[in-house]
């Protein structure tokens, strides 16, 4: 069994889960973050085993997760917009995970990214929004 001691991260400084981290620490969620933290990177290893082309889209997240963390701090509505990632993402992606039904998840998580960039009107490489638009559409049925 692999050694999980390595993800067990401060949740105050965690630059690997930063839109789980600061939902977390919005909503006061710090019993569960290290469970949601591992879950997201559970997540992350399996569909990174059977997709290794998604690599890049998942390698964007680093570079526009700390832009959508500084976006929802500027606009004031931090605490609304962390509970609706957590109602509408973040818990529904766990409950994939435990259901192994990792693509969904991936495909949910790609889509609370990509919904932020949209919403905060980020400067986003035309492709790489095809590329999650196209992932997203594959993996994802009606009621996600």
Not at 6 to 31: M, P, Q
Not at 81 to 107: C, G, K
Request: aromatic share 10%; hydrophobic share 40%; glycine share 2%.
């Amino acid at each position: 069994m692999q050694c999980l001691s390595g993800l067990f991260t401060d949740y105050e400084e965690d630059n690997r889960c930063i839109l789980v981290s600061a939902a977390c620490r919005a909503l006061g969620h710090k019993r569960l973050y290290h469970r949601i933290v591992i879950i997201m990177r559970v997540m992350r290893k399996h569909v990174l085993e059977q997709r290794p082309e998604m690599q890049p889209l998942l390698d964007s997240y680093y570079v526009y997760a700390p832009q959508i963390v500084a976006a929802v701090k500027k606009s004031g509505q931090a605490d609304i917009i962390y509970q609706d990632l957590w109602e509408h993402y973040i818990l529904p992606i766990t409950n994939l995970v435990f259901q192994r039904n990792y693509d969904s998840a991936m495909a949910l998580y790609v889509k609370m990214v990509y919904e932020q960039m949209i919403r905060f009107q980020m400067n986003v490489p035309q492709s790489l929004l095809k590329e999650a638009e196209d992932f997203i559409g594959n993996h994802l049925d009606a009621n996600h």
